[in-house]
């Protein structure tokens, strides 16, 4: 019983890891962040090469003509 307690704070002290330093965790993040930026922008200039010049998904096209009755005829009051 005696060997367990003097067991037990040596084992919590080793099981204890100090946390990484702040600026440590911020390039991390930067450069995971600018991996994915990169990432993404060979995604997307590699559809926009694939991609036909005038067959682009959300371009906008040219609008309908305009109709003559553009507002409902007026109601007879009923």
């Known amino acids: 019983m005696r060997s367990a307690a003097l067991l037990?704070?040596?084992l919590l002290l080793s099981a204890c890891q100090?946390?990484?330093a702040f600026d440590d965790r911020?390039?991390?993040a930067?450069?995971?962040i600018e991996a994915?930026?990169?990432a993404m922008d060979a995604d997307l200039?590699?559809?926009e090469a694939a991609?036909?010049?005038g067959?682009?998904?959300g371009a906008p096209q040219d609008l309908p003509p305009a109709s003559e009755k553009a507002n409902p005829p007026p109601s007879s009051g009923e």
């Open 8 to 10: 037990l704070p040596l």
């Open 18 to 20: 100090q946390e990484p």
């Open 26 to 28: 911020y390039d991390k």
């Open 30 to 32: 930067a450069k995971d």
């Open 36 to 38: 994915r930026a990169k």
């Open 45 to 47: 200039s590699a559809a």
């Open 51 to 53: 991609a036909p010049a």
């Open 55 to 57: 067959d682009v998904k």
